[in-house]
């Protein structure tokens, strides 16, 4: 049997071979001494790597991403751990007005390897405050490179990617990945630059595209319509900024249908970025493109709200078999 | 807390005249060269704000000159200064690049972030200048950061982080001073308390004056002084920089002065709701070059007649220069999308 790695280990695979290799990086975030916050993915880190250079720190999300940055200006490679994305929205003015801008506003040639890794930990009624996947927001900001792995070699590879880029990337990783395994590759450093869309099961009768842990949905979704005789394309997105849809628009123009996943809202999300960057180049489709998304809603507690709140494998399927 | 400047509208910041121990007379015609030469760098970005050649929000730091070229006396170029949205100052303090700094300025790309910042945004990584923004407190943590990455590469380098008293108001900043305290970094915090935050005196935004106090509260070492008296900001900078050098710990400095200009621009922003009509003829008194230049010829430095060649060779010197930004191109189309991610 061949050897598997599940999403969780690629993340920490990462990690280790960065701060084994590049003596100029270091971590800080909340909770990096404490399997509480980030689950599987940092088991050890501290006690192998020190804790001077592994720093578990004070509830400062502003601050502490604003000194991760301060240090990647000064040649460090810098990653900074938000282990829920919505507290990460305290750092806002650091990432959007900061990390982002620098390189154009003093006129680039500046270095910053910057890394913000963000997780969406959603589900087991933990409400609207512990839930949100805030790509879209931050794929909007020019200087900002956005990665969304959905698969276990992509966690290992795009995070090893992200932490070498000299720009600032926002590596959002899902906790609803975390267990999914898949075969292992050889491990990769790979130039961000490089990176985009991937297709990840050909198909010819519909396009299916996600990012993140639906990606992983789409595939799944792609295997259900196959017992009924369509062959769904399926496309993980991988890097929502900058953006290059190209990929995406070959496979509709082989397919002529087009269906979106996003693992947040609709409205302003990256599944309407990703039909309107079709249908600029785009327009005989076989049927109108469809999204999916969450419901118009804070995300509730109460577990029979939550379970209807997300969108899951069924209505994938009947949804792309309705376009 | 220190309860000396408890009443900032009559401030006690004295107009006594440096008592010069520290350097020599040279160094010190040097620093008074330097002073002169932001103030007539700053008058002339004025003039030509007035004028409506400088299109771009200049927030200029006329009377506040002492505070960085004290600062800068001590740093060198591998140190890294972080500044704010009034940073022309801080920028001059350690490169003289009044070309670069104009050029930028009109928004040219021979200015110093090649024309893609203007005021707001400056950058002089050689001498030590890692940038400037104008969101209040931003830079405070990249400052603590840059400490940060000193203390893990083990470098002797020191950080400096300029912002003024209204910045005291954003969270960030308490939270960025528990970091430095915390883990033991070499960064410098200059407080310039000009007592104003745009239009409001500090006496309409706090109920104490004195921006240390944060300091003591997070167990970091600091100093208030008169941040118009060349030798104070001199002696205090030394010992602070001394400190987060051979120390590898923060220090603070509260720094009282005075901003003669309005918040942005050539005039005094009296329409805009600035009061301070009786403050201002006082604080003048106070000016920290005339301070300096008295003491030099006090002490048979300098005569009069070489402090109006002085400036008369730098007022020559600063509008040839601007002139020649004036002169110079714009940036190229493409440099927009060239800049955006590192190349």
């Known amino acids: 049997m061949s050897k598997t790695i599940t999403y969780g280990s690629g993340i920490q695979t990462a990690f280790e071979h960065v701060l084994e290799n590049y003596d100029d990086s270091f971590i800080i975030g909340q909770g990096l001494w404490s399997p509480w916050y980030v689950g599987n993915t940092m088991v050890d880190l501290d006690k192998k790597f020190g804790k001077e250079r592994i720093i578990d720190c004070p509830v400062s999300e502003n601050s502490v991403t604003g000194t991760a940055l301060g240090a990647a200006l000064n040649g460090m490679k810098?990653?900074?751990?938000?282990?829920?994305?919505?507290?990460?929205?305290?750092?806002?003015?650091?990432?959007?007005?900061?990390?982002?801008?620098?390189?154009?506003?003093?006129?680039?040639?500046?270095?910053?390897?910057?890394?913000?890794?963000?997780?969406?930990?959603?589900?087991?009624?933990?409400?609207?405050?512990?839930?949100?996947?805030?790509?879209?927001?931050?794929?909007?900001?020019?200087?900002?490179?956005?990665?969304?792995?959905?698969?276990?070699?992509?966690?290992?590879?795009?995070?090893?990617?992200?932490?070498?880029?000299?720009?600032?990337?926002?590596?959002?990783?899902?906790?609803?990945?975390?267990?999914?395994?898949?075969?292992?590759?050889?491990?990769?450093?790979?130039?961000?630059?490089?990176?985009?869309?991937?297709?990840?099961?050909?198909?010819?009768?519909?396009?299916?595209?996600?990012?993140?842990?639906?990606?992983?949905?789409?595939?799944?979704?792609?295997?259900?319509?196959?017992?009924?005789?369509?062959?769904?394309?399926?496309?993980?997105?991988?890097?929502?900024?900058?953006?290059?849809?190209?990929?995406?628009?070959?496979s509709v123009r082989k397919t002529g249908k087009l269906l979106v996943l996003d693992g947040s809202w609709k409205n302003c999300g990256f599944a309407g970025e990703v039909i309107a960057s079709v249908s600029e180049k785009f327009v005989d489709f076989k049927a109108p493109p469809k999204r999916m998304g969450l419901k118009d809603s804070p995300a509730p507690t109460s577990q029979p709200l939550e379970e209807n709140y997300y969108i899951n494998i069924h209505d994938i399927v009947n949804n792309a078999k309705s376009i | 807390m220190t309860k000396e400047l408890n009443n900032l509208k009559n401030p006690k910041i004295g107009n006594e005249d440096p008592q010069l121990h520290l350097l020599s007379d040279i160094e010190y015609i040097l620093l008074l060269k330097k002073m002169i030469t932001i103030r007539i760098a700053e008058e002339i970005i004025s003039d030509n704000v007035k004028s409506g050649l400088i299109k771009c929000p200049c927030h200029l730091a006329i009377g506040q000159e002492a505070i960085p070229v004290g600062i800068s006396q001590f740093l060198n170029s591998d140190d890294r200064v972080y500044g704010n949205h009034r940073s022309h100052g801080h920028y001059l303090s350690l490169t003289m690049d009044t070309y670069g700094l104009f050029a930028e300025i009109l928004g040219k790309e021979t200015g110093c972030s090649k024309?893609?910042?203007?005021?707001?945004?400056?950058?002089?990584?050689?001498?030590?200048?890692?940038?400037?923004?104008?969101?209040?407190?931003?830079?405070?943590?990249?400052?603590?950061?840059?400490?940060?990455?000193?203390?893990?590469?083990?470098?002797?380098?020191?950080?400096?982080?300029?912002?003024?008293?209204?910045?005291?108001?954003?969270?960030?900043?308490?939270?960025?001073?528990?970091?430095?305290?915390?883990?033991?970094?070499?960064?410098?915090?200059?407080?310039?308390?000009?007592?104003?935050?745009?239009?409001?005196?500090?006496?309409?935004?706090?109920?104490?004056?004195?921006?240390?106090?944060?300091?003591?509260?997070?167990?970091i070492d600091y100093a208030v002084i008169d941040g118009n008296n060349i030798e104070t900001v001199l002696d205090t900078s030394k010992k602070a920089i001394e400190i987060a050098r051979s120390q590898r710990k923060p220090f603070f400095i509260e720094a009282v002065t005075y901003r003669w200009k309005g918040h942005v621009g050539h005039d005094d922003n009296v329409d805009v709701g600035l009061q301070r009509q009786e403050d201002l003829e006082p604080w003048k008194k106070k000016d920290p070059i005339g301070r300096l230049k008295n003491s030099l010829i006090a002490k048979n430095a300098i005569s009069e007649s070489d402090f109006d060649s002085f400036n008369k060779a730098i007022l020559d010197k600063l509008n040839k220069e601007f002139d020649q930004a004036v002169s110079d191109p714009y940036p190229k189309q493409q440099q927009l999308l060239e800049t955006v991610y590192y190349k």
């Open chain 1, 78 to 250: 810098a990653i900074v751990v938000h282990p829920r994305m919505d507290f990460m929205v305290l750092a806002a003015d650091q990432l959007v007005n900061q990390a982002a801008k620098w390189q154009s506003m003093l006129g680039g040639g500046i270095k910053i390897p910057l890394t913000i890794r963000a997780i969406i930990n959603r589900g087991g009624e933990q409400g609207a405050q512990h839930s949100q996947a805030l790509h879209s927001w931050y794929a909007h900001i020019p200087g900002l490179r956005v990665v969304m792995p959905a698969f276990a070699n992509d966690a290992r590879d795009l995070l090893i990617a992200s932490i070498l880029s000299n720009d600032p990337v926002l590596y959002i990783d899902d906790r609803w990945c975390a267990d999914l395994e898949e075969e292992v590759t050889e491990l990769q450093e790979l130039d961000i630059k490089t990176i985009g869309p991937k297709i990840v099961k050909e198909g010819s009768d519909i396009t299916i595209v996600g990012s993140g842990f639906t990606s992983c949905q789409a595939l799944q979704a792609g295997k259900e319509l196959a017992k009924d005789n369509i062959s769904a394309e399926v496309i993980d997105c991988r890097v929502l900024n900058p953006f290059n849809p190209d990929l995406i628009i070959d």
């Open chain 2, 115 to 219: 024309g893609m910042g203007g005021s707001m945004h400056i950058v002089g990584e050689s001498e030590g200048f890692g940038g400037s923004v104008p969101i209040v407190s931003a830079t405070i943590p990249v400052a603590v950061g840059a400490g940060l990455a000193m203390k893990l590469s083990k470098s002797e380098s020191v950080a400096v982080s300029y912002f003024g008293d209204g910045t005291s108001e954003e969270g960030v900043v308490h939270e960025s001073l528990n970091i430095a305290s915390y883990y033991n970094l070499p960064v410098i915090f200059v407080c310039e308390n000009n007592l104003f935050s745009s239009h409001m005196h500090i006496s309409e935004r706090q109920k104490f004056d004195s921006i240390s106090r944060f300091a003591d509260a997070h167990g």
